[in-house]
């Protein structure tokens, strides 16, 4: 835990009681994949993949997912628009699914795909240098608004951690 935040929360007192939320997000329905797609019609934001809200994705990969159907409709006839539109986008869905899908299979107990596990390995690397790196904590910030992609972060992670034997995530 940061220990600012420890510091901060080891005194405090409650101001009411605990909530816990679950099954919010982790559905992405794969449209892409439909090989016949009706004429005229488009799925997108939440109807097509609802992210944990959690993570902050969600309006993010809408308005990119707008952007697309925008540049889409443009270059295409309308009749395969939207044919065109749910394969594209995809490629818009992927890197969010994956930030969202791996750290909440983290929470689900049980055995984690390998690429989850050394996602989430790697972000609990992330969030504990960020109290002292400032550079490393905007950049960790441009990933998470979706403006960078992830390996980004390694360059400012690498320069000051060694290889961690740390097993527990």
């Keep these: 835990m940061n220990p600012h935040i420890h510091e901060i929360t080891v005194s405090a007192e409650p101001l009411g009681p605990v909530y816990r939320y679950a099954g919010l997000g982790g559905e992405w329905h794969r449209y892409d994949r439909i090989r016949s797609w009706p004429g ?16 902050g994705h969600g309006m993010t990969v809408a308005a990119l997912q707008a952007e697309l159907l925008a540049r889409t409709l443009d270059s295409a006839k309308l009749p395969e628009a939207g044919a065109r539109f749910q394969r594209r986008s995809a490629g818009t869905l992927r890197l969010a ?8 299979l983290g929470w689900a107990g049980g055995r984690s795909p390998f690429a989850a596990s050394l996602s989430r390995r790697f972000l609990h690397r992330v969030l504990r240098r960020i109290p002292e790196d400032p550079a490393l904590y905007r950049r960790f910030l441009e990933v998470q608004h979706m403006l960078a992609p992830p390996v980004t972060l390694l360059p400012l992670l690498l320069r000051h951690t060694a290889p961690s034997r740390d097993r527990s995530v």
């Design 40 to 55: 005229g019609l488009v799925v997108l934001g939440d109807a097509l993949c609802a992210l944990n809200p959690l993570y």
């Design 97 to 104: 699914w994956f930030m969202s899908s791996s750290l909440d």
